[in-house]
């Protein structure tokens, strides 16, 4: 049945549709409303071209224009409309990352929820049979479909989940233990409750945690950094927030910088509220995925843990979003539409009167400065919960180790570690560089193996017997001929990567448990959570371990962390590099001695006088903070300063730099808000993928129109059809 008038943003003859295109359109396009209307946010079926696109109603037409002479909205589209404050984040978050706006609206859509009404599909449930024989198997197939929290899941994911055949499930159906049945829809996610009992929170823990609860009780937006070393209690503080906004009703996310941290979080929600809540990442079915993304809308689902893109969801009424180690570098995407989703948090936040809080035990500099400027809220929890204390820093002079060649652990290092082992502890020797060497030489006519398609080296990953460009992914069987020379036999490791360290303790510490951590050698996210906890409950006495080791895990016997090369991030020039070295050195270290057994972490540098090491040693970050922040505002550099990178990429060298050359001479509408261009020069990574890539930088100060000035100057000149141009806001590196 229609209304009587038409409802405001209801539309009978013409409509602005945005559509959902990789053709770069200037904006919206006019359509003809179909037989019925449409109306604001309602989804769309449009024709472009020859095509059929997806479209979402974005306004009246502008006016003016003669309906009948539109082109038609083919149909609208069974799915809940977009609601403004949606629309109104997508539009603004492609004006701040200067991205067309049918990327963003791809970005927020390309969730599988659309198209028509949920499909039936066969789903799993408790039932009240009994099998007669219980086997492990069976045990591990209905305490999964227990943690599932009661809600509906098809077979494949509950045989996936229990790590069983599907036959095991089926005897189970068989023997009445489960049901199967026909859902016509999608189950709303098992209700979370609040007012569970809740762990006993310190008097620190307690103040911080009566503020977030204050802020998101407000109904307003506003953000708070919740810093504290690790194993302070940031989370139980944060999930009291998250509590809060259950109460209230409201919608919470909680981001996390890294799918392999889910399952652990996932537990603890569990623990705290009593079932599991949705989960939103590259990892999860595509039922699922549908199923939350509708949930979402709908409000069936109050919390969400997930990845970046989480944020895109169709939140019903979003009250909190906490955003994990918000230092993270993994919260920028690199790729296609280019974005923070910490700084996008504060944009969503803002829009739908939600409190965010960003826990970090290592904040970014832009957040400490914006804290420091009292913009944002700061909750400091001072100490370790327990008797838990950070462990003591020490720097190893590697001048003064006495250290045969292509060795890399050090005799007081190794010292260390024995005597942890004598006493049932972990050590952890921490090393960020995959593989087994990070060049292979050939020792006949020096040359090093690079990449075909990348100015980057191929780098040797002896377990899969491969070398692999981390730029691009391509990976060729080791060769037993150098394939510049020809010489058979003569290629070399040089340098270490986590595989050859394994190795070397292998020699030093015989009869060590060795457990590698290295996200390439674990085929998924499961295999990786196994061995996660395996170290957790003691099953290793030596973890070998890149960056993944650094964020979040909790190792309760790990009490010695060795820094195999504390200076590799500080090479460079990179003017992040600093505050990277610092962020990761200091959360490394913070995994020793996270319960009762106090730790220890060693440095291995070569320059134990830099200044940065000496501040990761003293641990006097608000000294570290003032002092960076004092060279990025000397030199108008974020976050005092604003700063994009223009990167420019093509097949032919030649043509990119002329086009960047060109651009950068038409600079008249950078100088009239004051800002600079600086280049071309070869972007930080030179080729990727057959690409030549030069880059651009502009710097502006703070408080002019910098988006829009950006935007003028780029389209002064069309770029040739081979050639891509993608913005950079707020570049990671500069
Ligand atoms: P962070 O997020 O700062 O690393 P967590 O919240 O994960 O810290 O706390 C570290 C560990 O200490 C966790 O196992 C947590 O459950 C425990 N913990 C923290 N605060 C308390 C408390 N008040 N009572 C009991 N356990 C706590
Ligand atoms: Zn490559």
Not at 132 to 142: E, F, I, K, L, Y
Not at 211 to 235: F, H, I, N
Not at 343 to 366: F, G, H, K
Not at 528 to 538: F, H, N, Q
Request: neutral net charge.
């Amino acid at each position: 049945m229609r209304d009587a008038l038409p409802q405001p943003g209801h539309y009978e003859e013409g409509a602005r549709i945005a559509v959902l295109t990789t053709q770069p359109l200037p904006g919206p396009l006019d359509y003809r409303a179909p037989e019925g209307g449409c109306w604001d946010g309602a989804f769309v079926e449009v024709p472009l071209g020859p095509r059929r696109v997806l479209g979402v109603v974005w306004g009246p037409g502008e006016g003016g224009f003669d309906a009948a002479r539109l082109r038609p909205v083919n149909r609208v589209l069974d799915a809940a409309p977009m609601r403004a404050e949606m629309r109104e984040f997508i539009l603004k978050a492609a004006d701040y990352t200067l991205t067309p706006l049918p990327a963003m609206l791809r970005l927020a859509t390309r969730a599988p929820g659309l198209g028509g009404a949920p499909t039936m599909r066969r789903v799993l449930r408790r039932g009240d049979g009994a099998p007669d024989r219980m086997t492990d198997a069976r045990t591990r197939v209905m305490e999964a479909l227990d943690e599932w929290g009661g809600a509906a899941v098809t077979l494949k994911e509950l045989s996936d989940a229990a790590g069983v055949t599907s036959s095991v499930v089926k005897g189970l159906v068989k023997a009445g233990a489960i049901l199967e049945e026909d859902s016509p829809r999608d189950t709303p996610y098992p209700w979370l409750d609040p007012d569970l009992p809740s762990v006993e929170l310190t008097p620190d823990q307690e103040a911080g945690a009566t503020m977030l609860r204050e802020a998101v009780g407000s109904g307003r937006y506003g953000t708070t950094m919740l810093r504290g070393v690790t194993g302070s209690g940031k989370t139980e503080v944060y999930m009291e927030a998250v509590a809060e906004c259950l109460r209230q009703g409201r919608q919470a996310l909680v981001l996390l910088p890294e799918i392999a941290l889910t399952s652990e979080f996932l537990t603890r929600v569990q623990d705290r509220f009593g079932a599991r809540p949705a989960e939103w990442h590259s990892g999860v079915t595509m039922t699922e995925r549908r199923r939350c993304w509708r949930m979402v809308g709908e409000g069936g689902a109050s919390l969400v843990v997930g990845a970046r893109s989480a944020l895109f969801l169709p939140y019903r009424d979003l009250g909190l979003i906490v955003v994990d180690e918000e230092h993270d570098t993994s919260y920028k995407q690199e790729d296609g539409v280019l974005y923070n989703a910490r700084d996008m948090a504060v944009l969503r936040a803002s829009l739908c009167s939600a409190q965010v809080v960003l826990a970090s035990a290592t904040p970014s500099l832009e957040t400490w400065v914006n804290a420091e400027a009292g913009k944002y809220r700061r909750l400091d929890l001072a100490s370790r919960f327990g008797t838990a204390v950070m462990p003591e820093l020490h720097a190893l002079d590697m001048r003064t180790e006495d250290l045969p060649g292509s060795h890399w652990i050090s005799p007081t290092l190794a010292d260390a570690v024995r005597a942890r082992m004598e006493k049932g502890e972990q050590a952890l020797l921490f090393l960020n560089r995959r593989g087994y060497a990070p060049v292979t030489l050939c020792r006949a006519c020096g040359q090093q193996i690079g990449c075909d398609h990348c100015d980057a080296r191929m780098v040797e990953h002896r377990f899969l017997k491969r070398l692999i460009c981390h730029q691009c992914g391509e990976s060729k069987p080791i060769p037993e001929a150098c394939p510049s020379c020809g010489a058979e036999g003569r290629l070399a490791p040089v340098g270490p990567g986590v595989e050859r360290l394994a190795e070397e303790a292998a020699e030093a510490f015989p009869g060590a448990r060795i457990s590698l951590l290295s996200s390439d050698l674990f085929g998924s996210s499961r295999a990786l959570k196994a061995e996660i906890e395996g170290i957790a409950a003691g099953q290793a006495d030596i973890i070998i371990g890149t960056q993944i080791v650094a964020k979040g895990h909790n190792f309760p016997l790990l009490t010695l962390v060795g820094v195999i090369d504390a200076d590799l991030g500080l090479q460079g020039s990179d003017l992040r590099a600093a505050e990277r070295t610092f962020q990761l050195m200091r959360q490394v270290a913070g995994r020793a001695g996270r319960a009762e057994k106090p730790g220890q972490a060693l440095l291995q540098t070569f320059q134990p006088e830099h200044a940065v090491i000496r501040a990761i040693l003293s641990g006097d970050e608000e000294g570290f903070w003032r002092a960076e922040a004092d060279e990025r505002r000397a030199a108008g550099m974020p976050p005092f300063g604003r700063m994009a990178g223009i990167v420019l990429s093509s097949t032919e060298v030649g043509e990119v730099f002329d086009f960047a050359s060109e651009l950068a001479r038409r600079d008249a509408p950078l100088r009239r808000i004051g800002a600079q261009v600086f280049g071309p020069a070869p972007a930080p990574i030179a080729r990727i993928r057959g690409r030549h890539r030069v880059r651009l930088l502009v710097k502006a100060d703070k408080g002019t129109p910098f988006q829009a000035a950006l935007a003028d100057w780029i389209s002064q000149l069309k770029p040739p059809t081979n050639l891509r141009l993608a913005v950079d806001i707020d570049p990671q590196s500069f």
